[in-house]
């Protein structure tokens, strides 16, 4: 058994090894540049499991670290706990596994985007993955404004990749709505030290009143913004012309995870919550939950309708971990009854959308690469001519959708159970529970059409004129289809 305080390297080094692999990239040949990426990412996710197998093997004993100090307040430090070691191994793994597919997807055999792979894009890479961990493990505000602002940057620098007009209208436009949502984590920082004298997230929980109200709404605020919910939604369909790597990770793993985890992680340490702060967070994940679905139904680009159903699966995570904090302040304890099946189900949905949503964009950055475009109508028949891609697509599509055995169903139970559970005594609750119960059942239909037209049948004239698919990229492609079904278990056995 290790001491806890190996954690204190080892966190370090999940967060610092992929910044001195960009450093270093930066310094070598452009040929080098995907290899040290990948050997870099694998130390950061090794660095990260290790944290989690000394936290479970000291009996989930909770620790926290501080590293930096001015005088009595603590400036930056970072927690292990259920939320940080489940959480950063997945932003961390996906990060790696994204990064191998890159492998496969940059280069001249890509018909839809003929690119080596420039060492600017494994950089940025790196930092990303970097930020998303520390921002997994951040205990103070300070750190996560930090790392909150790094992944916004890293964002500028990818989806602006390819240096075309419409690249860095999205890249900016992104930039923009994202530094605007900061505003938020300014001013909640900034409450926090002059109330408490302290950045620690825990010292939220000695807030009471209007300020306890402010500061929680404007984390709520840079949440949305992250998380792309109304009203700061424009920038991720926007996104989507990033090369595909990028989407999925955007999508998966990192920038849009941002959000509901900053959210997460201040239900989690606020203790008692104000009733109003939860029923912003109800409202506006309903309002953003039918706005999405409406928004994705005409899409036929597939990077499209999976930005809108991103958009909506947030939803469900705000929605739950809403729920809760209303639990918590009908004066339930956000460890038992309810309160605790919303949270974790919320917290759950991350980590499963996380794996199923990177598979949906890998497979159509794979069908991208193969036959030169997304369009969902021209597209039939993947089954039989590229089979692991379409099996990838129907597990992508049905774990999103939440069909069991597939995650999203196990994550989504929780929170329609915990949902309803809370709205037996408010039937506007109870509404949006229904409201949002009807959204994943048509989102099961709209899908399953999908499957029908663009997975079965004979291969339409594009799919039939595709090429091979890189082994780089069937093994992603396997291993998130394995995650799709196992991650599930994992949160549940994590969480408990």
């Not at 792979?117 to 970097?130: C, D, E, M, P, Q």
């Not at 209208?169 to 530094?179: E, F, M, R, W």
């Not at 069908?367 to 021209?378: E, Q, S």
């Not at 099996?391 to 999203?408: N, R």
Request: hydrophobic fraction near 55%; charged fraction near 10%; glycine fraction near 8%.
């Amino acid at each position: 058994m290790f001491a806890l305080e190996t954690l204190s390297i080892s966190a370090l080094a999940a967060i610092a090894v992929p910044f001195i692999g960009a450093l270093i990239i930066a310094l070598t040949k452009r040929s080098s540049a995907k290899y040290i990426a990948i050997l870099f990412a694998f130390v950061s996710l090794a660095a990260s499991l290790f944290n989690s197998y000394v936290y479970f093997a000291n009996g989930k004993a909770v620790t926290t670290f501080n590293y930096l100090s001015l005088g009595d307040a603590n400036l930056i430090g970072f927690i292990f706990d259920n939320l940080s070691t489940l959480l950063a191994p997945a932003f961390v793994g996906i990060g790696l596994l994204v990064l191998i597919y890159a492998k496969g997807y940059l280069n001249e055999k890509n018909r839809e985007h003929a690119d080596v792979g420039h060492k600017r894009f494994y950089a940025l890479f790196l930092v990303f993955i970097g930020a998303m961990a520390g921002l997994a493990y951040s205990s103070t505000i300070l750190s996560q404004l930090i790392f909150f602002e790094i992944t916004g940057a890293c964002s500028w620098g990818l989806i602006g990749y390819y240096q075309s007009d419409a690249a860095h209208s999205s890249s900016d436009k992104a930039l923009i709505v994202t530094h605007i949502a900061s505003l938020g984590m300014f001013l909640a920082s900034a409450v926090l030290f002059i109330m408490t004298g302290t950045f620690e997230l825990t010292a939220l929980s000695q807030i009471e009143g209007p300020w306890k109200i402010f500061v929680l709404l404007c984390i709520m605020f840079a949440a949305w913004g992250k998380s792309a919910q109304l009203p700061l939604y424009m920038w991720l369909p926007s996104a989507m012309t990033a090369p595909t790597p990028v989407s999925a990770y955007l999508h998966g793993g990192s920038m849009v995870k941002v959000g509901v985890y900053v959210y997460a992680r201040a239900i989690y340490s606020a203790g008692s919550i104000p009733e109003s702060v939860a029923w912003v967070g109800i409202i506006g994940a309903i309002i953003t939950l039918v706005f999405s679905f409406i928004e994705y139904l005409p899409q036929k680009d597939m990077k499209r309708l999976l930005a809108f159903s991103t958009i909506s699966q947030l939803s469900y995570i705000f929605l739950a971990l809403s729920v809760a904090a209303l639990a918590v302040a009908q004066g339930q304890g956000l460890q038992e009854g309810a309160a605790q099946m919303a949270f974790n189900g919320g917290v759950s949905h991350i980590f499963n959308h996380a794996f199923a949503k990177t598979l949906f964009f890998l497979v159509a950055g794979t069908i991208a690469f193969t036959v030169g475009m997304r369009d969902l109508t021209r597209m039939g028949g993947l089954i039989k001519n590229m089979p692991i891609v379409g099996v990838a697509f129907v597990c992508a599509a049905l774990a999103v959708a939440g069909v069991p055995p597939f995650s999203g169903f196990f994550s989504k139970f929780q929170i329609f159970a915990g949902g309803f559970l809370v709205a037996q005594n408010s039937w506007l609750l109870l509404l949006i529970m229904i409201v949002a119960l009807i959204e994943t059942l048509a989102c099961f239909a709209w899908f399953l059409m999908w499957i029908n037209r663009a997975v079965l049948g004979e291969p339409s004239k594009e799919i039939a004129s595709a090429q091979d698919v890189p082994g780089e990229i069937k093994f992603v492609l396997g291993v998130l289809i394995v995650m799709t079904v196992v991650s599930s278990f994992m949160a549940a056995a994590w969480l408990g």
